[in-house]
């Protein structure tokens, strides 16, 4: 009975194993796969789960990375725009300040150059998918907010913010996903502020926080007179006075002839009644006189005239009561300060101001509007120098539009590149998996054709040992 038992417990374990290998190669080819739960090859199926972990990381930076790209390339297109817009508006201005352009023809440019102010603006607002592009990481309103006056753009503001919004595009490596507009149309390389008119004004010794062109406008509000020579400010001095700063009138007695003149400029002659007389120098700046009360004083008189300045168009002045070095002017509308130089202010008028390095595209194409159209009603010399500094200004914007056109180029390049790598480490970690996970059918059928065998000669072995009797050895 011993012997039996044994038989019998050998045969049932092998036609086991034969019933689960059996089983293990029918489930591998009907599913293809050699490893189908971890048991089957616990080593084999660990590579095949970090196979597949690998794989599925880089179809998630594959999709990162194809956002990342779209979004850059729209960007691309509106900075190509952009640029090509800008090539244009040196072209008409190029034109405007040969010389050839009378003011109405200047006007019609100034038309096309504002349509073209309009067209920029709306690509700097540019939105795909419900998301604005320029904005930083501040992607659900316009990044870009115009001030108008009558219709007309005065000054463009940008309100997103100076966050990137990095996206990891492949392992350790992220990609910012939208751009900074201030930083595709803003220079950002500060220089001494430069005073183009002839007011006398200059840079001051403080660093200024003003940016870009614009005009500081010199007042005048009142001419002091030193008491004792019955001369006195005139009855128009207020409004009339081009003067400011520190000037000398001096008056000269000929016998019946008296005149005054102002800064050694040319002689009036008065007759001691004039209550508003006007008296100019050399330069054409003009000082409203009062003479009636003129007792016979001869020589020379030191005056000094006081003002204001603005740089808001007027919106807010800042008294000049003493000529200093660094006198503060604050813009109401933005905060930024321009620290002036008053120590030789010498006359009244609108100044132009640049600060080269810190110009944006948009407030240069409004002062080159403005200008084409004399909305300030500047000489004709002065308007040719403001629309020629107005060219270096455009060519200074233009060139930081194209610089950053041409870095983002760079960028879109490096994640072509970075895409094929992604996409190769992929396919690669796909084969390994399969290499490790797919099944060969050929190698299958002879396995199940070898164990099928097996399987039916301990069958039959066993039938045949399990029958034996004791007449089998007679």
Do not use: K
């Given at each position: 009975m011993a012997g039996s038992g044994a038989i019998y417990n050998n045969v049932t374990f092998f036609l086991q194993e034969h019933t689960r290998k059996l089983s293990q190669l029918h489930e591998q080819a009907s599913s293809g796969a050699r490893v189908n739960r971890t048991s089957d090859a616990p080593s084999d199926a660990y590579q095949i789960l970090r196979l597949r972990a690998q794989c599925q990381s880089m179809e998630i930076y594959s999709k990162n990375l194809n956002e990342v790209v779209r979004s850059l390339e729209m960007s691309h297109s509106v900075l190509q725009e952009t640029a090509t817009s800008t090539t244009k508006v040196q072209e008409l201005l190029t034109q405007a300040i040969s010389g050839t352009y009378g003011p109405e023809a200047r006007i019609t440019i100034a038309e096309e150059i504002n349509s073209i102010l309009e067209h920029i603006l709306s690509l700097a607002n540019t939105e795909s998918l419900g998301r604005y592009l320029l904005g930083g990481t501040n992607t659900s309103a316009p990044p870009f907010e115009a001030t108008r006056v009558n219709g007309l753009i005065t000054a463009v503001e940008y309100q997103g913010n100076f966050d990137d919004l990095p996206v990891p595009v492949a392992p350790g490596v992220e990609y910012p996903g939208m751009l900074i507009g201030e930083r595709v149309f803003w220079a950002d390389n500060r220089q001494t502020p430069v005073f183009a008119g002839n007011t006398g004004a200059g840079p001051g010794t403080a660093t200024s926080s003003v940016r870009g062109d614009f005009y500081l406008a010199v007042t005048h509000t009142q001419t002091n007179y030193p008491g004792g020579t019955g001369i006195a400010a005139g009855t128009g001095s207020a409004d009339g006075d081009t003067v400011m700063g520190d000037h000398v009138l001096t008056v000269t007695v000929n016998g019946p002839t008296k005149?005054?003149?102002?800064?050694?400029?040319?002689?009036?002659?008065?007759?001691?009644?004039e209550q508003n007389l006007l008296?100019?120098?050399?330069?054409?700046?003009?000082?409203?006189?009062?003479?009636?009360?003129?007792a016979g004083f001869e020589g020379d008189i030191s005056i000094t005239a006081t003002g204001k300045l603005s740089v808001d168009d007027g919106a807010t002045f800042t008294d000049l009561t003493s000529f200093t070095d660094n006198v503060a002017v604050a813009d109401s509308r933005t905060g930024r300060v321009?620290?002036?130089?008053?120590t030789g202010l010498c006359r009244t008028g609108t100044e132009p101001v640049s600060v080269p390095g810190t110009r944006d595209l948009f407030g240069t194409l409004v002062t080159i509007r403005d200008a084409l159209r004399n909305v300030r009603n500047l000489p004709a010399e002065q308007q040719l120098e403001v629309l020629t500094g107005s060219l270096e200004s455009l060519k200074e914007v233009s060139a930081v539009v194209r610089r950053n056109m041409t870095s983002l180029g760079g960028r879109l390049q490096a994640m072509d590149i970075l895409k094929d790598n992604l996409e190769s480490i992929n396919s690669r970690a796909t084969e390994q998996a399969a290499m490790l996970e797919d099944v060969d059918i050929v190698q299958i059928a002879?396995?199940?054709a070898r164990t099928q065998t097996l399987y039916q000669m301990t069958l039959a072995v066993s039938s045949k040992l399990l029958t034996l009797s004791l007449l089998d050895f007679i």
């Open positions: 005149t005054i003149s102002l800064d050694g400029g040319p002689q009036v002659t008065f007759e001691g009644t008296v100019s120098n050399s330069d054409g700046d003009i000082a409203c006189v009062n003479v009636e009360n003129w321009l620290y002036v130089n008053a002879t396995a199940l």
